[in-house]
């Protein structure tokens, strides 16, 4: 990644805003894909429990990745708070992030670079900015994120019994 002397992160060393939010939003669909094809299989006809075994905690982790992320790139890119809770929102019906993905999109909410900056006024992006500068702490802690929510959820058990 190459920063500016502004300190500003620069496209296309790394992946923008809308390349992150897609893989992210595209990914949770695919999570539910296969949780409902294995709620098919255990509740419809009764094959195997196995499908939902499986997806329940890949949905799961890809949920609580996609929130965080939705979090950082509506910091990064100046979202309304309606437009964060409706970006969060989403991500509960099936596929509906990838809708959300294309009206954010439509609507010039996720561009190609990051406007975070080390001096900007707001201490949150300032944070982002200093996430995005050091992209691998960065994954580390949103790995890190996700499986302290994961515990947290475990514990108190799916939300389907
Ligand atoms: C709002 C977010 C979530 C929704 C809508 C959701 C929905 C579901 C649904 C519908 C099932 C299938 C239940 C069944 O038919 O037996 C399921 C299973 C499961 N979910 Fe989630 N989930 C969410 C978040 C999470 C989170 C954060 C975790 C923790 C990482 C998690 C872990 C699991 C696990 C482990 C299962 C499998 C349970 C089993 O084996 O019976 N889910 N979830």
Same mark, same amino acid.
């Given at each position: ?38 709620m098919?299989?255990k509740r419809v ?90 992209? $691998?702490?960065?994954? $580390? ?13 475990? $514990? ?6």
């Amino acid at each position: 990644m190459s920063t500016s002397v502004s300190g500003s992160v620069e496209a296309p060393a790394m992946a923008g805003p809308l390349q992150v939010f897609r893989i992210v939003a595209v990914g949770e669909a695919m999570s539910w894909a296969g949780l409902l094809t294995g709620m098919f299989l255990k509740r419809v006809t009764h094959t195997t429990d196995l499908g939902v075994t499986i997806f329940g905690p890949i949905h799961g982790v890809v949920f609580l990745a996609f929130c965080l992320v939705t979090v950082a790139v509506a910091i990064d890119q100046g979202w309304s708070r309606r437009r964060v809770l409706l970006g969060l929102a989403s991500s509960l019906p099936p596929f509906f992030t990838v809708l959300f993905e294309r009206y954010a999109e439509s609507r010039g909410l996720l561009g190609t670079a990051w406007l975070s900056r080390h001096d900007s006024p707001k201490a949150s992006q300032r944070a982002v900015c200093t996430l995005l500068r050091h992209p $691998v702490r960065a994954v $580390v802690l949103l790995l890190v994120a996700v499986a302290a929510l994961a515990s947290v959820a475990l $514990v108190a058990g799916p939300p389907v019994g």
